[in-house]
């Protein structure tokens, strides 16, 4: 994922430094030098050192150190101040497939809205709620059932045919076996997750005062969609994949996907 450098107007850097790490190094570099003269333009390195092309290149830019490996800590957050505080995209999050998507005249949806089973005891835990599950119907095969999500009068629809959803959602479901079972939206489960711990305890984890992992948060989602969150693969650390998931879920927040300035 790489920012549209003649548009985006904060970039933050995280698990990666501007022509010094991830791929293309040159044309990286050439971009963000080019970006560096626009006034509008704003960005924050966030990294263990002060990297080489932060210091002092111009007021602009800023260093924020972290501990090293400690990057989904600083992620989750800020996702915990954006969802606490209210400035996510809710329009977009609620955009829960294709047809939805066209209608909003959008460039992408998410599964914000769609319905997770997460009744521990369960053997499905974890996994979307689908129509089969509900009716008992076989599915044809090499296909999906259809996930299911809560519109606003409180009723289940598949998602692929519904224009908007609920986010936040968490309910009792009977499965066409009799069994009930709790679900929440995918929005719940990512407040929930981002709630375990305080901005506090986050703060202590990476090595970032509170304060600043608040100014980040906020400064990010002060350009309503021209903001973006850079990374590179992995970030080479021992829990990557669930880093680079929460780095991700920031660009989600706003809505930000292949988008003009995102």
């Not at 150190?65 to 800590?73: F, I, N, W, Y």
């Not at 294709?98 to 209608?103: G, H, I, L, P, V």
Request: with cysteine; hydrophobic share 40%.
């Amino acid at each position: 994922v790489k920012p549209d450098w003649d548009n985006v107007r904060f970039a933050l850097f995280l698990g990666t430094s501007p022509a010094q790490s991830g791929n293309p190094f040159k044309r990286q570099g050439r971009q963000l030098a080019n970006a560096r003269q626009r006034d509008d333009f704003n960005y924050v390195v966030v990294a263990p050192a002060l990297p080489l092309t932060t210091t002092l290149a111009n007021q602009h830019n800023r260093w924020v150190p972290v501990l090293p490996g400690t990057d989904a800590a600083l992620a989750m957050g800020m996702i915990h101040w954006i969802i606490e505080q209210k400035r996510f995209n809710h329009d977009y999050l609620a955009v829960p497939g294709e047809t939805a998507m066209k209608a909003a005249s959008e460039r992408s949806w998410t599964n914000a809205s769609h319905l997770v089973i997460t009744t521990e005891s369960h053997p499905l835990a974890g996994q979307f709620l689908r129509v089969s599950q509900l009716n008992g119907q076989p599915v044809v095969q090499e296909e999906e059932s259809p996930v299911l999500l809560q519109v606003a009068d409180g009723s289940l629809q598949p998602a692929p045919q519904a224009l908007e959803a609920e986010l936040f959602v968490t309910r009792q479901v009977t499965l066409h076996d009799g069994q009930q079972v709790q679900v929440q939206s995918g929005m719940t489960c990512l407040q929930q997750a981002a709630t375990r711990f305080s901005l506090a305890q986050y703060s202590q984890q990476c090595g970032v005062p509170e304060a600043t992992i608040i100014g980040l948060a906020r400064e990010f989602t002060a350009y309503q969609r021209q903001a973006a969150v850079i990374s590179h693969g992995g970030m080479m650390g021992g829990n990557w994949f669930y880093t680079t998931w929460a780095v991700m879920m920031l660009n989600a927040m706003i809505g930000n996907l292949n988008l003009k300035g995102g």
